[in-house]
């Protein structure tokens, strides 16, 4: 991807654990590099088709000057997130802050840190067998929709299938639905689970009935596992019922572990047709 460097930008900020640094304040400085597409600016020569560094270096300093933090990894965080969240055509970006002088009680230079942060491509199934299912799934993609950290959101059909692992319930109504995001993994995984005991779940029986049930299918192409999250979902290719609406969204995307494509497992279970 293509790159707007800024180098060394100097601001003035309160930032520190000391309460003479959250008064009296300092310099620091400030390097980002901005990935983006600039083909399109670099064949219209328009500025709105880029990124105006002009603007991210004063919003830069104003979010240092207004903004207090003990922590130059806070500021980091929350700057980088601001200025992923407020700026057209910025996928991600590379941040550093550099503190001159810190109060050590050594010589030194300066000390820094360097952040990378950007917006993940994320794919995920909801389903639901309880009450008013439509509604269930419409107030899970709402909750996703309300969230500042979530955008550019793609749902499917919503998909009527027959239960899976535990057959004795009520059929389900099945969706997929494709988005960025900023939160990680871990992040996005607590934030399903607070939308689905917002909407009435309960996890009493592995495959029973529920109201909302929200999985990641992807991240990016990552290949993650931990104690409660393993991405991709391990179970997706057996699915019908995720491939079928993921087909809808992203019939090419690649399993990065079984190195086919979506519509190619879909196939594989036999039924190809995208409804």
Not at 62 to 79: C, G, N, Q
Request: hydrophobic content about 40%; charged content about 30%.
């Amino acid at each position: 991807m293509d790159k707007i460097k800024i180098q060394n930008l100097e601001v003035f900020g309160r930032h520190g654990v000391f309460q003479e640094e959250n008064t009296l304040g300092q310099k620091f400085l400030v390097n980002a590099v901005l990935y983006t597409d600039t083909r399109k600016a670099g064949k219209t020569d328009e500025l709105t088709d880029s990124i105006h560094y002009g603007e991210i270096c004063h919003f830069i300093t104003e979010y240092m000057r207004d903004h207090t933090f003990k922590l130059i990894e806070s500021a980091a965080e929350h700057l980088a997130e601001a200025l992923l969240m407020h700026t057209p055509h910025l996928e991600k970006l590379d941040l550093e802050i550099k503190k001159p002088w810190a109060p050590i009680g050594l010589p030194i230079e300066t000390v820094a840190v360097e952040i990378t942060r950007g917006w993940h491509d994320v794919c995920l199934s909801l389903g639901s067998n309880m009450g008013d299912k439509k509604a269930h799934l419409d107030f899970g993609v709402r909750e996703l929709g309300n969230e500042t950290r979530i955008k550019e959101i793609q749902v499917s059909s919503y998909m009527e299938t027959e239960p899976y692992g535990m057959k004795d319930q009520d059929v389900f109504l099945n969706a997929c639905l494709r988005m960025k995001t900023l939160m990680t993994p871990e992040e996005l995984l607590e934030k399903l689970h607070e939308i689905e005991k917002a909407g009435g779940r309960e996890r009493v029986k592995r495959w029973g009935p529920r109201t909302l049930d929200m999985d990641i299918i992807f991240y990016d192409d990552l290949i993650y596992e931990s104690d409660d999250l393993i991405i991709p979902h391990i179970d997706m290719h057996n699915r019908e019922f995720v491939l079928k609406p993921l087909a809808q969204l992203c019939p090419g995307k690649v399993h990065p572990v079984m190195r086919k494509t979506v519509l190619e497992m879909l196939r594989e279970k036999g039924d190809w047709k995208l409804l």
